[in-house]
């Protein structure tokens, strides 16, 4: 053997094993998990003592939890905003309905080589919307889909693959859909591959899960309760599924939910009663918990305030996987940086644009607009129409007047301007 080919497969070696005593070496695998309807302080690692969330309190444990992600009110405009790493300022048609012109992180990771698929909920057909395969998913099994039906719990309505999935009465959504996604992980094993489920749990109707001592219970609060430990428990299963697999290490996690608790729930929470406040524009309505995970690559055990808004996903995945970024106006900025134990390059605000299905919302905060537009940072809040709190006035009770705030409150209602200003006008 020539000297020059030993010393060629000498190296080959060694960067062989370099390669492997990393967690990760290029296009790990990404799982993104995002509820429905349940707000930041539902979770237990979120300071809640009255919900059980073992699995996510342990990923927040041995990863990044950031305390101030912030998606939007209600569903529709959370998903298109995730899904497409632009302001709904931009892209917001009507409810239920995705732009299919739009150029969805599905697509973005498929052409970087990415196996794709989606379980859950998609809700974003209507009139001519986008379809799982139209967004770059390959694979799917979705429920609000066009060949279903209504119910998503027991013997659910759900669709794979343009074929109506066979139920049993035993049948659960939650658990279907989970199936689903570990039967892709372990047929993409070998591959890198992105998994996007947008949950069925925790939204109305609140019935017992398999789970629930008692399976006629008619509480709601009590059903909430359950239904939010078995989300959990399906998030611990796609986990032990990326152990099984021998991927867990090169496989990113990421939780997040898409708007707040259901209206009509009440729980407690650091010794108050608290009330659901879905589809409202208030902190209860659009804060969202977000637990990035991966062993040995994301921080263990880290907390940060750095502010994160949903568009931020989609160019986040993007520098995960190295795949290349939509040829449109985008909002979002990776926060992956930050996962890994860097600085990054924090946002100072996040904007807002919201056209509420709750018209009592639009009356309440839009200023006799149809729409809601606000901008914020960790600390205060400044709606179009002038309107300006304290972000810890969880109920924005009492407003700061022009000019009667601290020194620190005026410069943020100048810079939340400034933010409001610069992104396009709406009517």
């Known amino acids: 053997m020539s000297r020059k080919k030993s010393s060629i497969e000498y190296w080959l070696v060694v960067s062989l094993l370099l390669c492997a005593s990393k967690a990760w070496c290029e296009n790990p695998n990404i799982v993104l998990i995002m509820a429905d309807d349940i707000a930041y302080d539902n979770v237990g690692c979120y300071g809640s003592q009255?919900?059980?969330?073992?699995?996510?309190?342990?990923?927040?444990?041995?990863?990044?939890?950031?305390?101030?992600?912030?998606?939007?009110?209600?569903?529709?405009?959370?998903?298109?905003?995730?899904?497409?790493?632009?302001?709904?300022?931009?892209?917001?048609?009507?409810?239920?309905?995705?732009?299919?012109?739009?150029?969805?992180?599905?697509?973005?990771?498929?052409?970087?080589?990415?196996?794709?698929?989606?379980?859950?909920?998609?809700?974003?057909?209507?009139?001519?919307?986008?379809?799982?395969?139209?967004?770059?998913?390959?694979?799917?099994?979705?429920?609000?889909?066009?060949?279903?039906?209504?119910?998503?719990?027991?013997?659910?309505?759900?669709?794979?693959?343009?074929?109506?999935?066979?139920?049993?009465?035993?049948?659960?959504?939650?658990?279907?859909?989970?199936?689903?996604?570990?039967?892709?992980?372990?047929?993409?094993?070998?591959?890198?591959?992105?998994?996007?489920?947008?949950?069925?749990?925790?939204?109305?109707?609140?019935l017992p899960t398999p789970d629930s001592k008692d399976r006629n219970n008619k509480d709601s609060a009590e059903n909430y309760r359950d239904m939010v430990s078995y989300m959990d428990k399906c998030v611990g299963r796609l986990v032990d599924a990326l152990v099984d697999n021998k991927v867990r290490d090169n496989t990113i996690v990421i939780f997040t939910t898409d708007n707040g608790t259901g209206r009509g729930l009440k729980y407690p929470y650091q010794g108050e009663i608290r009330v659901g406040e879905k589809a409202l524009p208030t902190d209860g309505g659009c804060h969202a918990p977000l637990i990035v995970n991966c062993p040995g690559t994301v921080v263990a055990g880290k907390q940060t305030d750095d502010l994160v808004d949903f568009s931020d996903v989609l160019p986040t995945l993007a520098e995960i996987g190295g795949a290349r970024l939509p040829n449109v106006t985008l909002d979002g900025r990776s926060f992956w940086p930050q996962c890994i134990g860097k600085k990054g390059n924090p946002r100072e605000w996040i904007f807002q644009y919201y056209y509420p299905k709750f018209k009592e919302a639009a009356r309440k905060y839009g200023a006799g607009k149809p729409y809601i537009i606000w901008a914020q940072d960790q600390h205060y809040k400044l709606y179009s129409h002038g309107r300006f709190t304290e972000v810890q006035d969880r109920h924005e009770k009492n407003d700061i007047a022009p000019g009667m705030g601290s020194a620190e409150a005026e410069s943020a209602r100048k810079k939340l301007r400034l933010a409001i200003d610069s992104m396009p006008k709406k009517g």
């Open 50 to 206: 009255h919900f059980k969330t073992p699995r996510l309190d342990q990923l927040s444990r041995t990863g990044i939890q950031f305390n101030q992600c912030y998606s939007e009110p209600v569903c529709t405009s959370s998903r298109v905003k995730i899904m497409t790493g632009r302001d709904n300022i931009r892209n917001y048609t009507m409810f239920g309905k995705l732009d299919p012109r739009e150029k969805t992180f599905g697509t973005m990771m498929k052409d970087a080589g990415y196996a794709t698929a989606v379980a859950g909920k998609w809700q974003l057909h209507s009139n001519n919307g986008a379809l799982a395969p139209g967004c770059g998913f390959e694979t799917f099994c979705l429920w609000n889909y066009p060949g279903t039906e209504r119910s998503r719990y027991w013997q659910p309505s759900l669709n794979r693959d343009g074929k109506k999935v066979p139920v049993t009465a035993d049948s659960y959504g939650p658990d279907l859909c989970t199936d689903f996604l570990i039967e892709f992980i372990e047929k993409n094993k070998d591959r890198p591959f992105f998994a996007y489920y947008p949950m069925l749990s925790v939204h109305s109707p609140f």
